[in-house]
């Protein structure tokens, strides 16, 4: 009788899935809808073969952990069965609570983070399996004694890490995400209970920090991505604006529950069960198929960023260093305004400034740490040749539409 589940994945090949609590994790409807929602929002609107899934990611991060526990155990680190399976199973649900187009709409449908909702999520599954989840909330929440355990899952060398850059990388076509991801696991070791990298990896952790930099830059902070991201965003402000001056707009059951009322951390926390079911079912499918609804609705400025949403007639994005001078763009929004004929409200959901910031490591907290031959444990920092970018870089855009 089969043992476990193969499954075929176009970075690492046979993925195998033990049956059991993790397969039944997977076949599980709020798992199962991660296949509706796109692991980089609406970056194929750039790199058009970026449509791959959060099921897709959740399975890979699940495959690296395996291979992570299976190279520790083989350096005498103890780690039980019971532990195993826990960390896999913290690792396979750390992104259920993303919504439709992933961190694009976080804290614009509703308030919450998506971590909050993934460990609401586990909660809830926990009593539907009997407690079985225990150990993997522990784990996921930072709470259990082997801190190596929840830096496998979160972390600035976690597998999340490893398996999004690398799978984003194979996607999106962009060579420039491509890690030695392989090579890391089996460098990885554990000192004083946390998890260390061997010294022979650390060009590989120096490749790693470069691709993660260079990924940000090049694909989830792409200015036209932005620009398609922000329009989503406006569109669904504007819709919500709507419906609050008691304006109907027609959109899913699915959609209407959240358009048509606000819920914070505090609401799911007290309703849980209810508002988790609701938020189940929402994903990419339904806020695609309402933009073709609100491509029809009387509001002309709902309609206008509705279809350059559908039709792909997006914005233009700047960036630069600095901010962007108050003159010029008083003129742009004065140039929309004379175009379109929105009116001053209007045009603040047309023409609009903003910044992105992003530090592709962080000597504050939780460094990665190098382990030498001769037994001493340094952080990442203080250890390569290569000067680590520690530094936060912000960046600023202004976005509007191309025609001006």
């Not at 099921?55 to 190279?71: S, T, Y």
């Not at 530090?359 to 990442?380: C, H, Q, W």
Request: aromatic share 12%.
């Amino acid at each position: 009788m089969a043992t476990s589940k193969i499954f075929n994945d176009p970075v690492y090949g046979f993925i195998t899935i033990p049956y059991g609590i993790i397969f039944d994790l997977i076949e599980h409807p709020y798992f199962q809808r991660l296949r509706h929602i796109k692991q980089v929002s609406l970056t194929h609107y750039v790199y058009p073969g970026a449509l791959h899934t959060r099921f897709h990611h959740a399975v890979g991060a699940f495959h690296l952990v395996r291979q992570a526990i299976e190279v520790l155990t083989s350096k005498s680190v103890e780690i039980t069965e019971e532990e195993a399976e826990a960390v896999s199973i913290a690792i396979l649900l750390h992104d259920v609570g993303h919504g439709p187009f992933s961190h694009t709409l976080e804290n614009t449908l509703i308030n919450v983070h998506h971590e909050e909702l993934s460990q609401l999520f586990m909660e809830q599954l926990n009593e539907i399996f009997d407690g079985k989840l225990t150990l993997a909330i522990r784990i996921f929440k930072d709470e259990y004694e082997k801190k190596f355990l929840h830096q496998l899952v979160s972390g600035q060398l976690d597998m999340d890490r490893m398996d999004y850059l690398n799978r984003d990388s194979y996607f999106t076509g962009v060579s420039e995400g491509v890690i030695g991801y392989d090579r890391i696991i089996k460098m990885l070791n554990v000192k004083n209970g946390e998890l260390v990298v061997e010294e022979k990896g650390i060009y590989s952790i120096e490749k790693f920090l470069i691709a993660r930099r260079l990924m940000y830059w090049q694909v989830y902070l792409h200015k036209t991505v932005l620009a398609a991201e922000q329009m989503l965003i406006r569109m669904l402000q504007r819709a919500k604006s709507l419906v609050r001056q008691g304006i109907p707009v027609e959109v899913s059951k699915q959609l209407a529950y959240f358009l048509y009322q606000d819920f914070t951390s505090t609401d799911f926390k007290t309703n849980r069960d209810e508002l988790l079911r609701h938020f189940s079912l929402l994903d990419d499918n339904d806020i695609f198929s309402d933009a073709k609804s609100m491509m029809q609705h009387p509001d002309k400025l709902l309609a206008f960023l509705a279809t350059g949403i559908v039709n792909r007639k997006l914005f233009k994005l700047s960036l630069k260093n600095e901010h962007f001078d108050y003159d010029y763009v008083q003129s742009i929004r004065a140039q929309v305004m004379q175009k379109t004929g929105f009116s001053e409200e209007e045009v603040n959901y047309l023409v609009f400034e903003g910044k992105e910031v992003n530090n592709a490591y962080s000597t504050s907290k939780d460094e990665i740490k190098i382990l030498f031959k001769t037994g001493e444990v340094r952080p990442m920092s203080e250890s390569s040749d290569y000067h680590i970018h520690s530094s936060i870089v912000t960046k600023y855009y202004l976005c509007h539409p191309k025609e001006i």
